[in-house]
């Protein structure tokens, strides 16, 4: 099983929609836990920290679950500028390395 | 703010040649890492730093060699470039290696033949 796990995608949705992503971790002892956004030919950039009583920033909200090792991210009303691939992202324990998932691409259609 | 400054942003070596790539962070962080990314394997650690004079080897530390000499530098060496070489290279730093943002160059794309 890989550490960090995400929904193969791609996903396609229309402008307005929501959609939501979802990434499985295997190391229990994972402490931090990121939401990172990358745009085609350009380096990843953080868009949220996961926080264990989830979180929300506009209309991005990303939860975690650590019973299931699970974390998600919710993107409501979609923009045109929302087509990106979205890496989750585990600090894995005490070796202070993050464990990145092959990301999920969005692409959001008018 | 430059932030992580990568250079150079592109690069086409033969097989056998070697390059050194640049990454420089203006933060005052302690912490830098070299990754690269390939289709369908997604970001895979080369090496890291977590302080000045230090490195440390990552998941796939064969084929290059690192130096950290100053804190705000962090080398990535290729001795002997080989084709499987050719990828996409990126630079990060953080402020700590917990649960703190990592700030990413722009990359390096290069090629090998």
């Known amino acids: 099983r890989k550490e960090v796990e995400q929904d193969p995608g791609p996903f396609n949705v229309p402008e307005g929609a929501t959609v939501a992503f979802n990434c499985t971790y295997s190391?229990?002892?994972?402490?931090?836990f990121f939401w990172y956004r990358q745009d085609c030919r350009k380096e990843p950039k953080l868009l949220m920290s996961?926080?264990?009583?989830?979180n929300e920033d506009g209309r991005f909200t990303a939860q975690l679950n650590r019973a299931s090792q699970y974390i998600s991210l919710l993107i409501r009303d979609s923009k045109l500028s929302d087509s990106a691939t979205y890496l989750c992202?585990?600090?894995?324990?005490?070796?202070?390395?993050?464990?990145w998932g092959l990301g999920t691409s969005l692409a959001v259609n008018p | 703010n430059a932030g992580v400054t990568q250079t150079p942003k592109f690069r086409v070596l033969k097989t056998g040649q070697s390059m050194t790539l640049l990454c420089a962070q203006d933060?005052?962080?302690?912490?830098m890492y070299w990754y690269r990314q390939d289709p369908g394997m997604g970001l895979r650690l080369i090496h890291y730093?977590?302080?000045?004079?230090?490195?440390a080897k990552g998941e796939v530390p064969d084929g290059y060699n690192v130096s950290r000499l100053k804190k705000q530098n962090f080398l990535l060496g290729l001795e002997s470039a080989a084709p499987s070489q050719t990828s996409v290279y990126f630079c990060?730093?953080?402020?700590?290696?917990?649960?703190?943002?990592?700030?990413f160059g722009q990359g390096t794309r290069l090629t090998v033949v």
């Open positions: 990060a730093s953080s402020y700590t290696g917990l649960a703190i943002e990592a700030f």
């Open positions: 933060m005052n962080h302690e912490y």
């Open positions: 730093s977590v302080g000045e004079g230090t490195t």
């Open positions: 190391n229990s002892a994972s402490q931090s």
């Open positions: 996961v926080y264990s009583s989830g």
């Open positions: 992202v585990v600090n894995a324990g005490n070796n202070r390395k993050l464990i």
